[in-house]
């Protein structure tokens, strides 16, 4: 066979399989996307509030990145464990109980990749949200929500607003966020970039919410 034959067949073939590419690309996005606009709930837990979602996390190859089939429960007592002390031992007593419990109550969501999203805030006085790290992966990823004056910091000095991000591994040790356990797929540091799409979809999240009244808690 010619070369020129053998070279038009060899482009052939390539711009066959970069289009079957692209059309699996597409495919998974629009999969992803489906599951952020349907999977939503919040609800109202004394002063705080709880949120289960799921966000498309890799949003470079919309790669689904979902909790370990076997993830196992109190995963929020075992973050206030690693946490050490919080600034006000209520909030660590609204964690370790209904908030531990309705995580609990939702790990099978979690587990089958339906969830991939918790989101729980306590009387304004902390915010704590949990991802998974790799896609079925055992550990998880922590972001503890900075202040308003250290947010405030970051866009003063020119950075997008950022987290405090821990990995927890399944042993229940908790360590700071590092280049050799950065997921592939984390490009911000800011969990709110992957928990909005900046399209209809979020008006139709919305309106799935239940409005809560929280408050800091009284002196």
């Known amino acids: 066979m010619r070369p020129l034959v053998l070279m038009l067949l060899l482009l052939c073939n390539t711009t066959i399989a970069a289009a079957d590419t692209r059309k699996e690309f597409f495919a998974r996005e629009k999969v992803e996307w489906q599951k952020f606009q349907n999977e939503m709930e919040n609800l109202c837990i004394g002063l705080g509030e709880a949120w289960f979602s799921y966000a498309p ?3 470079a190859r919309f790669h689904p990145v979902h909790f370990s089939p ?3 429960p109190d995963i929020v007592k075992r973050i206030t464990s690693g946490l050490g002390s919080l600034q006000d031992p209520r909030i660590k007593e609204a964690l370790d109980g209904p908030f531990n419990d309705a995580v609990n109550e939702r790990i099978e969501g979690l587990r089958s990749g339906r969830l991939n999203n918790i989101n729980l805030v306590v009387a304004k006085g ?3 949200s ?3 790290a ?3 992966s055992e550990d998880v990823i922590v972001w503890v929500a900075r202040s308003f ?9 020119g950075e997008r607003p950022r987290d405090t991000i821990y990995i927890l591994s399944v042993d229940g040790s908790m360590r700071p966020l590092d280049k ?3 997921p592939k797929w984390l490009e911000s540091e800011n969990l709110r970039d992957y ?3 900046g399209s209809g979809s979020d008006r139709v999240r919305l309106k799935k919410m239940v409005r809560c009244t929280y408050r800091p808690l009284p002196k």
């Open 126 to 128: 902390i915010g704590i």
């Open 180 to 182: 050799q356990s950065r």
């Open 195 to 197: 928990l909005w799409s």
């Open 57 to 59: 996390l890799d949003r």
């Open 130 to 132: 949990i991802t998974p």
């Open 70 to 72: 076997s993830l196992q």
């Open 134 to 136: 790799e896609h079925l």
């Open 149 to 157: 004056l250290a947010r405030l910091l970051d866009v003063s000095g």
